[in-house]
């Protein structure tokens, strides 16, 4: 365990004009350590999320990111082209529709292969190799390596969207509903497909979800938000069996019992 | 009763011709970057050379001498007409003669025979974006270009080697000019691209539909993306040209009937002309008539 | 050595907000400290907060008030008053919990659950399930369920592989909340003799046992925990 945290976050706002994305968020996350970011609809997670990947600018605070150098860069001045570089090799981001995190029309591996090519590898062998391995690690067939991503199933196609990002052996990734809009026996394989990969590769992540059995399987820490307000915050067991705010026990007794 | 109001020379007005020349001299000094310019209308549909019409109406002069080719024939409707049009809103001189020529504007092919330094040649482009196909959003395509983030390139010719074997695209085939863009030579066989590696012509690239233009300067460094383990290879033909015997270049297949005769021709016509000129005869016209497709050799 | 756990004035309620914040006091004023090799056994009747006190311990409820104070590794960490990251730390390397019911991972074999505490602190993953395989057999669970998912286990099974996986580690203290509460004899037996030999290696214990003979066989001494009932302080 490193005594240097991946990420800080200080005095983070988001503002849409008048109107509060989130307000005050200040956490620090250290490698291999996941966070979970829970709450409803509307409560500034997902604005949240977006602000802390780059892929909106927020109105106040600073987010650093400690590089592969061990230096810290603030990450909103930085130049366009290191946060996307950043985005391609160290990090990853996992969207709930895995459309809009694959191409859909070219084949599984290459979809795999293409941060590999981003990166400068120019030995089609050795890219072909490295994304079986990669469809084999996330339990897909390597006979489907060369079918485009739209004749794979759901749970397929958000397997295949975490290959693509893990490829390059990322540091921190991003992950904004994961298990969204998959059957539930889907579900619970691809959170333990997650929850391997996380302790294998020793990955720190962002994991936004309404789900709290999410959270709890694979999140060690936890924050609550409502209104654009983290309302609650600690180690994730902690929060969901002994919840301090009014918001955080409504949330948690508001789970169906089966 | 007044006579027809005439056209300005070269069919554009001056203020068009500076604001292209503007966007070619700055394609010039950003080699393989596309350029926007205000595209105008021409008299001719788009997709038979507006772009590059407009290229040329904009640097021709008076003392030009124009040769226009169409998948390297002088002859063809595209080819024959454009010509025309010069000759009639420009008044130029016009030839077939490659080494003539001053200015050659071409659609998918380029001559045979190396160009000089001071000769220009002039592309119709229809798609100017090398990375359209893979990635739709302009937005995002001009900030890959701005970022030099081209890995998406590879991953298009990684698709070909997984479904093919090999490199199967064998026109249009994306080239880096210059170590830094990645440009689509317009849909010349990829049998040319070697061809535009530190060539001694000005190359000049123009899309209508599209707006861009885009050049490589002479003697620039013009590569092929490849793999490591799949190098970059032309076509290579087993026949020679049917009519001039040569070896080497570009060859199209002729059909002569319908029970499978058929020949190989030179697609550059001036080269062939020019060949056969010196005495270069090939089997078609060695044998007399020209049927039998397998006789002796 | 420092005394591996200290409970010092801790004070413990619950606040239902849903209920118009209805405040539920469960525990006051609570001290007490075990040694290394003791093991001592929470009593009183239920409800009283026994179990309470022990996910207190864990980190598992928040603390209103006092402090817990392990001996991490030489360092003496405050577990009512600290980061979460610390506590995960001193999960890993200092204090165990065997729980009374096993909270399974979809997919994950019996004895990968029982090895992951060992591969967690770095142990080779070939070693962790030789080791895993070795308690398995000790407690009696058939071979045959050893690479199942525990999932679909009898209560009794899903136990024993819950105190194998507690078991494993040498944390230097252990919480046990009734880990024997539904195994037949011959195995509450095998885990009172694993009990013994933890008391050896020095481990202190901190549990909470129903079964009478259990608990005499194990308790270096029993904690009444009414003595910390809200209740009886009102009275």
Redesign the interface.
């Known amino acids: 365990m490193t005594d240097t945290p991946l990420f800080k976050v200080s005095g983070f706002s988001k503002f849409y004009g008048n109107r509060i994305g989130c307000k005050d968020v200040s956490f620090e996350l250290w490698p291999g350590e996941v966070l979970a970011i829970v709450g409803e609809s509307g409560s500034g997670k997902t604005t949240l999320l977006n602000c802390l990947s780059t892929r909106l600018m927020p109105t106040a605070g600073s987010v650093e990111y400690r590089m592969r150098d061990g230096q810290f860069r603030d990450l909103y001045h930085m130049s366009e082209a290191e946060r996307r570089f950043l985005m391609r090799t160290d990090w990853g981001f996992v969207h709930q529709n895995p459309a809009d995190g694959l191409r859909m029309t070219v084949s599984a591996g290459a979809n795999v292969g293409e941060r590999l090519m981003a990166i400068g590898d120019r030995h089609y062998g050795k890219i072909r190799e490295t994304a079986t391995d990669w469809l084999t690690r996330v339990e897909i067939s390597t006979d489907r390596i060369d079918d485009q991503p739209r004749s794979f199933s759901g749970g397929m196609r958000q397997r295949l969207q975490i290959a693509r990002n893990l490829v390059t052996g990322p540091r921190l990734v991003f992950m904004d509903e994961p298990t969204g809009g998959l059957d539930v026996s889907v579900q619970a394989r691809l959170l333990d497909l997650l929850r391997g990969l996380v302790n294998d590769l020793g990955l720190a992540a962002i994991v936004v979800t309404h789900d709290l059995a999410v959270a709890r399987l694979l999140s060690h820490r936890m924050m609550v938000m409502k209104d654009g307000y983290v309302i609650e915050h600690g180690l994730t067991d902690r929060v969901l069996d002994d919840p301090r705010e009014p918001y955080t026990q409504l949330l948690v007794s508001s789970i169906l019992q089966v | 009763m007044t006579e027809l109001a005439s056209y300005n020379f070269a069919y554009l007005d001056e203020q068009t011709k500076r604001m292209i020349r503007r966007a070619i001299l700055k394609a010039i000094a950003i080699p393989g970057y596309q350029v926007p310019f205000a595209s105008r209308e021409m008299p001719m549909p788009y997709g038979w050379g507006t772009g590059g019409v407009q290229v040329t109406a904009s640097i021709i002069g008076p003392d030009d001498v124009l040769k226009v080719i169409d998948q390297g024939a002088d002859d063809t409707t595209n080819a024959v007409s454009i010509r025309a049009f010069f000759q009639k809103v420009a008044d130029v001189a016009v030839t077939t003669h490659t080494q003539d020529a001053t200015i050659i504007q071409t659609r998918h092919r380029i001559p045979e025979q190396t160009l000089r330094e001071g000769q220009v040649l002039v592309y119709q482009v229809p798609i100017p974006e090398p990375l359209r196909f ?1 990635e739709p959003r302009e937005t995002e395509t001009r ?1 890959m270009h701005a ?6 390139m ?2 298009k010719l ?2 070909d ?3 093919h074997g090999r490199i199967s695209t064998t026109y249009a085939y994306p080239v880096k000019v210059a170590s830094r863009y990645v440009m689509d030579p317009s849909p010349t066989p990829k049998f040319d691209n070697p061809k535009m590696h530190m060539y001694e012509a000005l190359q000049l690239f123009g899309a209508g539909r599209e707006k861009r233009i885009y050049a490589v300067p002479p003697y620039t460094e013009v590569v092929s993306l ?5 190098p970059f290879e032309i076509q290579t033909f087993s026949q020679n040209c049917a009519l001039c015997n040569a070896h080497g270049v570009y060859l199209d297949e002729v059909v002569l009937d319908d029970k499978g005769g058929r020949m190989f021709v030179c697609s550059d016509t001036d080269n062939c002309e020019d060949r056969r000129a010196h005495g270069h005869v090939g089997e078609m016209l060695a044998q007399d008539p020209p049927l039998g497709k397998e006789a002796a050799e | 050595m420092a005394t591996p756990l200290v409970v010092s004035e801790v004070f413990k309620s619950f606040t239902m907000h849903l209920r118009d914040g209805l405040k539920l006091p469960v525990v006051n004023d609570v001290n007490f400290s075990v040694a290394s090799g003791e093991c001592v056994v929470l009593g009183g009747p239920s409800g009283i907060g026994k179990s309470s006190i022990l996910k207190m311990l864990y980190g598992n409820y928040a603390v209103d008030a006092g402090q817990i104070l392990v001996d991490h590794r030489g360092r003496i960490v405050d577990i009512a008053n600290v980061d979460p990251r610390t506590v995960l730390e001193v999960r890993r390397h200092t204090m165990g919990y065997v729980s009374q019911f096993l909270r399974t991972v979809p997919r994950v074999a019996a004895v990968d659950v029982v090895a992951e505490p060992l591969v967690a602190r770095g142990v080779d993953a070939a070693e962790a399930r030789d080791r895993a395989s070795e308690l398995l057999a000790q407690l009696n669970l058939p071979r045959e369920l050893w690479n199942l998912p525990p999932a679909t286990f009898s209560g009794g099974e899903q136990q024993r592989v819950n105190i194998a996986r507690g078991f494993i580690t040498d944390h230097r203290i252990l919480l046990l909340d009734e880990p024997t509460a539904s195994l037949d004899a011959a195995n509450r037996k095998v885990v009172v003799s694993m009990i013994a030999d933890k008391k050896a290696q020095g481990v202190a214990m901190l549990g909470i046992f129903h079964d009478e003979e259990v608990r005499e066989a194990v308790a270096d001494r029993i904690l009444d925990v009414s003595a910390f009932s809200p209740r009886r302080a009102a009275a």
């Not at chain 2, 970022?147 to 998406?152: I, K, S, T, V």
């Not at chain 2, 490849?226 to 799949?230: G, M, S, V, W």
């Open positions: 893979l900030k970022l030099e983030e081209y890995g998406l590879h991953v990684y698709e080697i997984a479904r490849d793999f490591e383990d799949h």
